[in-house]
């Protein structure tokens, strides 16, 4: 491991900035599509029970 | 023994069935991505050129192969629909085009943030960054033009006709880092060799299967949604088993 402490982590040589929004952003991205395909199938479902 | 695949083609076999794999293919993302990130910020080494802002590596090209890969599913889908005129394969094509939109967006956005340091500029107009940008709007313009007409078969045809056609910038993507002189570099993995070193390459193909799987569980999660709110009407989920199959989940 390249690391010594953990604030060497996160500053990432530098790149802290580049690397952490990169990462960030994608895993904001994929959990806020999780996120709205479940409501949208709670809802899907919800509408579908009404209607029976 | 011959599998009869239509059985799962119809939208009352396809929700269980979507309902038992989604929770696997869940698990089998969220595994490999930790197991990727691990290999990633902790056992690949420093690039001596580029220092440690190469790692964006590990979340940009498995972004941006899923954004190519997804196109061309997606087309696949669309092409078979149009073919067999098989409304569930215009589904697929549906649920697929919001998640390849992301995966472009992500691309362009990794893009930059590995642009600005090691080139010096977030974008540059060149053919690899300017497809890849086409790209998104491919994805945008079929999502608009579905959500646009009202008829649904009608969407149905018109966002496959485009899906289809635009697939021809798939080709030029992946080889504009060769056909023209880019600022992107080349292919630093291809089938035959590998410019980076092991953890580097294992890190990444396996946040490219990650990728893969998330994007599996994804796309047949919002392919039942697609299917719960279009099939709600119809006669066979008034009819039959739609609340039955809702409630056995």
Known sequence: MQWGSASEFFAMGGYGLYVWVSFGVTALCMAGEVIAVWRRHTSAVAESRDLS | ?249
């Open chain 2, 1 to 249: 023994m011959a599998i009869n695949w239509f059985k799962y083609s119809s939208p009352q076999a396809f929700l269980p069935l979507a309902g038992r794999m989604i929770p696997w293919f869940s698990v089998a993302a969220l595994a490999s991505i930790c197991v990727g990130l691990y290999i990633g910020f902790f056992v690949a080494p420093t690039d001596f050129q580029q220092g440690d802002s190469y790692r964006i590596i590990f979340v940009h090209v498995p972004a941006a192969w899923m954004s190519m890969f997804l196109y061309v599913v997606m087309a696949i889908w669309a092409g078979l629909g149009l073919g067999l005129n098989a409304r569930p394969s215009f589904m697929m094509a549906q649920a697929i085009a919001p998640t390849g939109a992301m995966f472009t967006f992500l691309a362009l956005l990794t893009g930059a943030m590995w642009g600005k340091p090691t080139w010096g500029a977030w974008w540059v107009w060149d053919a690899r960054l300017t497809s890849e940008l086409i790209l998104l709007f491919q994805y945008v313009g079929i999502i608009l033009l579905r959500a646009s007409i009202d008829d649904l078969r009608r969407a149905d045809r018109a966002s496959a006709v485009l899906a289809l056609v635009g697939v021809v910038n798939v080709p030029i993507i992946y080889f504009s880092v060769k056909w023209w002189n880019t600022l992107h570099q080349g292919a630093s993995v291809t089938m035959t060799e590998s410019k980076m070193a092991t953890p580097m390459v294992a890190a990444m193909l396996i946040m490219m299967l990650g990728f893969w799987m998330y994007s599996f569980a994804v796309t047949l999660a919002r392919m039942r949604c697609v299917i719960l709110d279009r099939e709600r009407q119809p006669s066979w989920s008034k009819h039959s088993s739609i609340h039955d199959v809702v409630e056995a989940r």
